[in-house]
C-alpha cells in the first residue's frame, strides 16, 4: 500500500518509524508547509518525494492511505481533500475541532467505503492490551470501574502555554488540554463502552495563557462508569489506567512499563494484602528497570500503541478485515469528548 | 550603519548589541513578545521589535531601513523537533519577510556543529568537510538544525543574490556559561575528562561578537565563511580545572585517555547498543567526536581576511567570566 504524509513535525516522525517497518507499504510522499520540515524529513527516511502543497501531492503520488499529522485546526479540510483523493485516512487526534465536522468525515467515508481512523494509541499500548486480555479472560471480573489520570507539565518552554508561540491547540474548546480529550475517551470507551452521560469540571489553578489547565470528568458507560481527568501542575509526569474489576483492580502508567494487579486470592484473607503487595513490588521493579532501558533500545517506546495500530490497520485494509479503530469507536470516543468539552468555549 | 539582530537578547546576542554599539552602528533588536528587555539594561538608542520566528506572519516591517541582518536566533535546547522548527523553519519565516524588503546583507552565526567530525583529521579549518546527506541524522538534534539553517541560508542568499557571510563559532564561552560539552562527562562531582590534552576550540563570547560586528560592516567579509575561535585554544584539563575553580563547583577530575573511550563507545555502540541513534550523545560515536575529538583549530582565516585578533586575552577571559562583575 502506498503511504503519505501530511504535517511532517514530531509526531510525523513517530508515523514514518513505524511504516518504515511495515511489510507492504511503500512511504510515496511528505507534505508540509515548510519546505525544509518536508525536505529534511524526506531526506531522512528515504521517502522519494516531499511537497509543501497536499493537493498536489494527493494528485502526483496517488496515495492509499494519507496520514494527517498537522495540528487538529487543519485536519478535517485536509482529511476531506484526502478522501476526495479516494484515499483512506489515519488522522491524529483529535480527529476535528468540531463533532459535526467529524460526522460529515465520516459520512462521506462511509458513503465511499474509505476509511477514517483516529490515532487512539493508548488502546493499543501492551498494558491496555494485557489488562483487555484479563478482562476477556475473566481474570479481572465485570469492570465495575474505570480511572484515567493523565499528569503532564503543560508550563515548558516551546509548549503549550508558551507566551510566545501561541499552540495551535489553544483553539480548541477546552485549550491544551482537549488535545488530550481522546486518549482519556478512547481508554474509558475500551472498558466501559459508549457513554450514556457525562460531567466535567475544568479548572485553572496557575496564571498561564492556557484557558485551563486541570480537567475532571465523570462519565457512566453502557458497562461500568469512568473518571477521566487531566492535570498540567500535579507531578511527576504520568499517564494512569486503572481498571476496577469484580475480582481484581489492574493500574498501569501508560508513560512507563509499570503494569501491576490486584486481586482476590484464595486461602487466608489476612496474607491477601501481603502477597498482592509482594507481588506488586517485584512487578514495579521489573517494570521500573524495563522503563529505564527501553530508552537505549530501537523501537516505539511510549508509542509501542502506535504500532501496533499502524500495523494493524495496513493489515485489515489490505485483508478487507475489521479495523483495529472502526469507524463507530471513532464516533463513540468522540462523542465522550464532546459531553465532556466545557460548555462555554475557551476564553 | 543599522543592523537587525535576532536573538539579541540571547548569550551571544547581546554581547553582539554590545560590539555593534561599540563600533558605532544602529541596532535594532528582535526579541520575542514576552522577553523582559528592562532586565536587559540596553541603552534607550537600540530599537526594539517584537516577535517569534516560530509563528511570527508580519516580520518584513522590521527590515525597513535595515543594512544587514545578523541573525543569531537558533533553539540551543528542546527535543530535535523543536529545535528544528525554532532555527530552521524560523529562518525560512525570517528570510521569506526579507526577501521583500531593500536588505541584502546577511550574517548568519552558524556552529562548529556543521562540520564532519568524524572525516576530519589535524586541523578543521574552514575548508573541513561538513555532515551532509543521511549521515546528518544521526547527529544530535542542535547539529541537525544549524546544517539546515545554513543550508537554506546559503540557499535564500543564492535564490536572491543576497550577500552572505557565515560565521561558524566553536564552544561560545562567558559568564554563566563556562561548562562545556566538550568537557568530558561528569557524573556528580566526578569529572570524566576525555582526552585532557585536548585542545578546545574556544571563543570568549565578547570576543565571538567582536567578530560578528566587524563581518557585519566590513564587504571583505561578503561571500565568506569564517570559522570563530579565540586561537589554538586552551587544553580540556586546564581550562574545566579554571571552571571547578571560578564558579566553585569543585569535584574531582579523572583523565581517560581519548583513543580508550571513543574505542569503548564504538564497540558498545556496534554491539550491545545496537547502533540505536536514541541514545545519549556520549554513547553515539558521531556526536562523540563531534564533542571531544581532538583536532587543532585556527582563526587565520579571519586574520588573513579582516585582519581580525580576538581583542581579548584569555586571562581578560576568565576574568570576565569567573571574576567580579563590572559595577558591583
Known amino acids: 500500500m502506498r503511504a503519505a504524509l501530511i504535517g511532517a513535525g514530531q509526531i510525523a516522525r513517530q508515523h514514518l518509524n513505524c511504516l518504515k517497518t511495515l511489510p507492504g507499504v511503500q512511504i510515496v510522499g511528505v507534505c508540509d508547509l515548510s519546505p525544509s520540515v518536508a525536505e529534511s524529513i524526506a531526506e531522512r527516511f528515504g521517502v522519494p518525494a516531499w511537497f509543501t502543497d497536499h493537493a498536489a501531492m494527493l494528485r502526483e503520488v496517488k496515495p492509499d492511505v494519507v496520514h494527517v499529522t498537522t495540528p487538529p485546526t487543519s485536519h478535517f479540510r485536509l482529511a476531506m481533500d484526502a478522501l476526495q483523493s479516494g484515499a483512506h485516512v489515519l488522522v491524529e487526534k483529535p480527529a476535528t475541532v468540531t463533532f459535526a465536522e467529524l460526522e460529515q468525515l465520516l459520512h462521506y467515508a462511509g458513503e465511499r467505503q474509505l476509511m477514517i481512523v483516529e490515532d487512539h494509541n493508548y488502546v493499543f499500548n501492551h498494558a491496555t492490551r494485557e489488562i483487555a486480555q484479563w478482562v476477556d479472560s475473566g481474570k479481572l471480573g465485570a469492570v465495575v470501574h474505570v480511572e484515567v489520570l493523565m499528569t503532564l507539565d503543560l508550563f515548558g518552554p516551546g509548549g503549550f502555554a508558551d507566551p510566545n508561540a501561541r499552540h495551535p491547540a489553544l483553539a480548541l474548546a477546552g485549550g491544551a488540554l482537549a488535545d488530550f480529550l481522546p486518549h482519556l475517551a478512547s481508554l474509558a470507551h475500551r472498558f466501559i463502552g459508549a457513554h450514556r452521560r457525562a460531567h466535567a469540571i475544568w479548572t485553572k489553578r496557575r496564571p498561564s495563557i492556557l484557558p485551563y489547565d486541570e480537567f475532571h470528568g465523570v462519565v457512566e458507560g453502557e458497562r461500568g462508569t469512568a473518571t477521566l481527568g487531566f492535570s498540567a501542575t500535579a507531578q511527576p509526569d504520568a499517564f494512569w489506567l486503572r481498571v476496577f474489576g469484580e475480582r481484581a483492580q489492574a493500574s498501569t502508567n501508560l508513560f512507563e512499563t509499570r503494569l501491576t494487579c490486584e486481586r482476590l486470592r484464595d486461602g487466608l484473607k489476612p496474607l491477601q494484602p501481603l502477597k498482592n503487595g509482594l507481588e506488586e513490588g517485584k512487578a514495579v521493579r521489573r517494570a521500573a528497570m524495563g522503563t529505564f532501558l527501553r530508552k537505549f533500545k530501537p523501537g516505539p517506546a511510549t508509542y509501542d500503541g502506535m504500532w501496533h495500530l499502524l500495523a494493524g490497520t495496513y493489515q485489515a485494509l489490505a485483508q478487507g478485515t475489521v479495523l483495529p479503530v472502526t469507524p463507530e469507536d471513532v464516533l463513540a470516543v468522540n462523542r465522550m469528548v464532546e459531553a465532556l468539552k466545557p460548555v462555554e468555549a475557551a476564553s | 550603519m543599522r543592523a537587525l539582530v535576532t536573538g539579541a537578547n540571547g548569550f551571544l546576542g547581546q554581547s553582539v548589541v554590545a560590539a555593534l554599539l561599540a563600533q558605532g552602528h544602529t541596532v535594532r533588536a528582535l526579541v520575542r513578545p514576552a522577553t523582559a528587555v528592562e532586565k536587559i539594561g540596553w541603552p534607550a538608542a537600540v530599537e526594539i521589535v517584537r516577535g517569534d520566528l516560530r509563528s511570527a506572519r508580519e516580520l518584513a516591517p522590521a527590515f525597513a531601513d535595515v543594512d544587514v541582518l545578523v541573525h543569531l536566533a537558533a533553539a540551543v535546547t528542546g527535543g530535535d523537533d523543536a529545535m528544528f522548527a525554532s532555527t530552521v523553519s524560523g529562518t525560512e519565516r525570517l528570510l521569506t519577510a526579507m526577501a521583500g524588503t531593500a536588505c541584502r546583507r546577511i550574517v548568519l552565526a552558524s556552529s562548529f556543529a556543521v562540520y564532519d567530525w568524524s572525516a576530519i583529521h589535524g586541523t578543521l579549518d574552514e575548508n573541513s568537510p561538513i555532515t551532509s546527506g543521511t549521515k546528518l541524522y544521526g547527529r544530535d538534534g542542535y547539529a541537525i538544525a544549524k546544517s539546515w539553517q545554513e543550508r537554506i541560508t546559503r540557499r535564500f542568499a543564492a535564490q536572491h543574490g543576497w550577500d552572505l557571510t557565515v560565521l561558524r563559532p566553536g564552544f561560545i564561552w562567558g559568564r554563566d556559561h563556562g561548562y562545556l560539552g566538550a568537557l568530558g562527562q561528569q557524573i556528580g562531582r566526578l569529572h570524566f575528562v576525555v582526552g585532557p590534552f585536548t585542545h578546545l576550540p574556544l571563543t570568549h563570547v565578547d570576543n565571538c561578537a567582536d567578530l560578528f560586528a566587524r563581518a557585519a560592516a566590513d564587504p571583505r567579509a561578503i561571500g565568506q565563511t569564517l570559522n570563530v575561535v579565540d586561537g589554538p585554544g586552551a587544553r580540556i584539563w586546564g581550562y574545566l580545572g579554571e571552571y571547578m575553580r571560578g564558579s566553585g563547583e569543585g569535584g574531582f577530575r579523572l583523565p581517560v585517555p581519548y ?55 584569555y586571562a581578560e577571559c576568565l576574568r570576565r567570566t569567573y571574576g567580579a562583575k563590572q559595577g558591583t
Open chain 2, 259 to 313: 583513543t580508550v573511550a571513543f574505542g569503548m563507545v564504538r564497540l558498545a555502540f556496534a554491539t550491545i547498543l545496537k547502533r540505536n541513534e536514541k541514545l545519549p550523545s556520549v554513547l553515539v560515536p558521531c556526536r562523540f567526536e563531534a564533542r571531544m575529538k581532538p583536532l587543532r583549530y585556527t582563526n587565520r582565516r579571519a586574520q588573513e581576511l579582516l585582519g581580525w585578533r580576538p581583542p581579548l586575552d
